[in-house]
């Protein structure tokens, strides 16, 4: 199981909030880790992160995106973010599932 | 039945280029609102007839995503022409799409089920890759104001990402 965490966040990227983090995830706050849906792109476009980090999709377009793979599906509308909890290391593919051209990557290490 | 619709969407492919690849002249921004607003209107009335011709979950969402989308772009057309107190002025290439989406329409109105699914399906290839190509050729190069070649460039990428979702699904209907 690579994500632990998976829910809505406050569209405040200082304010983010972790409700319903499981007590495992409590224990290792990690960095929060932004990453922009902006222009049908993810920005950046492949993030470096460590086990714990946590990161979080803005959705800056006019339009409905994702960020989806087999593990999570984070579904965003204009102006709302949300973001999963990252727990073991890898590569970590994501599509948006409405926009097949969106591609983005977490390296997720140690 | 695959070989008239494929020959059905090959003749509105060929009125939508015509359409867009000949204007009369180079259009002003006026002319360049109205044929994207257009362009997103006939796109958002063919999910809409998809919408309720079909049950098939994978072309609902499309359809789905192509009303909310185009209707999104639209909202901003809208807005940005407000707020540069431009009025969208009728063209023959408006015009010209409008009739063919007429036809396109009256032909997917006959079919159902999988042959309607298939035939929307590729329509949107289509017109998306028409639409791509007047922007990319005509639109975008004519546009003056900043704002609105803006507007245009982000909607030439959504509508190329469009363009790839429908091969996507026409590929999975075959």
């Given at each position: 199981?690579?994500?632990l965490?998976?829910g ?5 990227m200082?304010g ?7 007590p ?21 476009e492949t ?8 990161v979080?999709w803005v959705?800056?377009d006019i339009?409905?995106h994702?960020?989806?793979?087999p593990d999570?599906?984070v579904v965003?509308?204009p102006?709302?973010?949300?973001g999963?909890?990252?727990?073991k ?7 948006c599932?409405?926009?097949p051209?969106m ?8 | ?19 867009l690849?000949?204007p ?25 007839q ?6 098939t979950?994978?072309v609902?969402?499309f ?16 807005a ?6 431009v ?10 799409l409008?009739a ?17 699914d298939v035939?929307y ?5 289509a ?11 005509t ?14 460039q982000?909607g030439l990428?959504?509508?190329?990402e469009?363009e790839?979702?429908a091969?996507?699904?026409?590929a999975?209907?075959?």
């Amino acid at each position: 199981m690579r994500v632990l965490w998976c829910g809505a966040m406050l569209a405040a990227m200082a304010g983010l909030a972790a409700a319903a983090a499981p007590p495992a995830a409590k224990a290792k706050p990690g960095r929060l880790l932004v990453v922009q849906m902006s222009n049908l792109a993810y920005v950046p476009e492949t993030l470096t992160a460590h086990v714990g980090d946590r990161v979080a999709w803005v959705n800056k377009d006019i339009f409905l995106h994702s960020a989806t793979t087999p593990d999570f599906n984070v579904v965003l509308k204009p102006g709302a973010s949300g973001g999963v909890r990252l727990l073991k290391p890898g590569a970590i593919n994501y599509v948006c599932t409405f926009h097949p051209g969106m591609k983005g990557q977490i390296v997720v290490t140690k | 039945m695959r070989k008239s619709l494929s020959l059905a969407a090959s003749l509105a492919f060929a009125l939508c280029s015509s359409a867009l690849a000949a204007p009369a002249a180079k259009p002003n921004d006026a002319q360049i609102a109205h044929i994207v607003y257009t362009a997103d209107n006939i796109d958002i009335a063919a999910a809409n007839q998809a919408l309720a011709k079909t049950k098939t979950p994978k072309v609902r969402d499309f359809a789905q995503e192509m009303v909310r989308d185009h209707t999104a772009v639209n909202d901003k057309a809208l807005a940005l022409v407000k707020k540069l107190h431009v009025t969208p002025e009728d063209n023959p290439t408006s015009q010209s799409l409008q009739a063919a989406a007429k036809q396109k329409s009256a032909e997917l109105a006959k079919l159902s089920g999988h042959a309607f699914d298939v035939a929307y399906a590729n329509n949107e290839v289509a017109f998306h890759k028409t639409v791509n190509g007047a922007l990319q050729s005509t639109l975008i190069p004519s546009a003056q104001n900043a704002e609105l070649k803006s507007l245009l460039q982000t909607g030439l990428k959504l509508f190329q990402e469009h363009e790839q979702h429908a091969e996507q699904l026409a590929a999975s209907l075959k």
